[in-house]
T-cell receptor
Framework: DGGITQSPKYLFRKEGQNVTLSCEQNLNHDAMYWYRQDPGQGLRLIYYSQIVNDFQKGDIAEGYSVSREKKESFPLTVTSAQKNPTAFYLC?????????????FGEGSRLTVL | GEDVEQSLFLSVREGDSSVINCTYTDSSSTYLYWYKQEPGAGLQLLTYIFSNMDMKQDQRLTVLLNKKDKHLSLRIADTQTGDSAIYFCAMAGTFNKFYFGSGTKLNVKP
């Protein structure tokens, strides 16, 4: 089945450690996104990528990094510079051209900093 | 960027209608969307409306768009306990960026 796979589903990290969240899609979508979700704050855009080897900062990129070496993969690294990393992270993808513009989401990764 | 606002909670009884409201600041989006999020999961597209329409009906769902007031609403008829979830309104901006509201948590009481 086509879709987006995020891993791990749950992740615990000590302060000062970098962690990388995986996002893989087999939908042949050009665009991929990372969102952060906190209770009562909705989704905030961290980074997005319209095409391989290119990505742009979203609204809350500080303390995060991404790469887009392959069309199907868009990993997110939460660095030790991120002051409040405990959150639910959602990866999404869409076709590049706006058709219905539907975003397809993964099941999310919950990161907890101990 | 776009500012999209929703109330945080709504509680209804099973069988009643639910109305979830959303207001936004930028009206340049071609489409406006409603997404549903089950507990601990990602979001799924529920329905969407083209910006030059003012109403769209899809089975139990009715979307109303008032462009003058920049107000979008989602009505769920005959609400069921399985409709309990968080509902997000969203709209697309430039470069395929999507802007989401804060989400409305719908609680359906039996």
């Amino acid at each position: 089945d086509g879709g987006i796979t995020q891993s791990p589903k749950y992740l615990f990290r000590k302060e000062g450690q970098n962690v990388t969240l995986s996002c893989e899609q087999n939908l042949n979508h050009d665009a991929m996104y990372w969102y952060r979700q906190d209770p009562g704050q909705g989704l905030r855009l961290i980074y997005y990528s319209q095409i391989v080897n290119d990505f742009q900062k979203g609204d809350i990129a500080e303390g995060y990094s991404v790469s887009r070496e392959k069309k199907e993969s868009f990993p997110l690294t939460v660095t030790s510079a991120q002051k409040n990393p405990t959150a639910f992270y959602l990866c999404a993808s869409s076709i590049a051209a706006l058709d219905t513009g539907e975003l397809f989401f993964g099941e999310g990764s919950r990161l907890t900093v101990l | 960027g776009e500012d999209v606002e929703q109330s945080l909670f709504l509680s209804v009884r099973e069988g009643d209608s639910s109305v979830i409201n959303c207001t936004y600041t930028d009206s340049s989006s071609t489409y406006l969307y409603w997404y549903k999020q089950e507990p601990g999961a990602g979001l799924q597209l529920l329905t969407y409306i083209f910006s030059n329409m003012d109403m769209k009906q899809d089975q139990r769902l009715t979307v109303l768009l008032n462009k003058k007031d920049k107000h979008l609403s989602l009505r769920i008829a005959d609400t069921q306990t399985g409709d309990s979830a968080i509902y997000f309104c969203a709209m697309a901006g430039t470069f395929n960026k999507f802007y989401f509201g804060s989400g409305t948590k719908l609680n359906v009481k039996p």
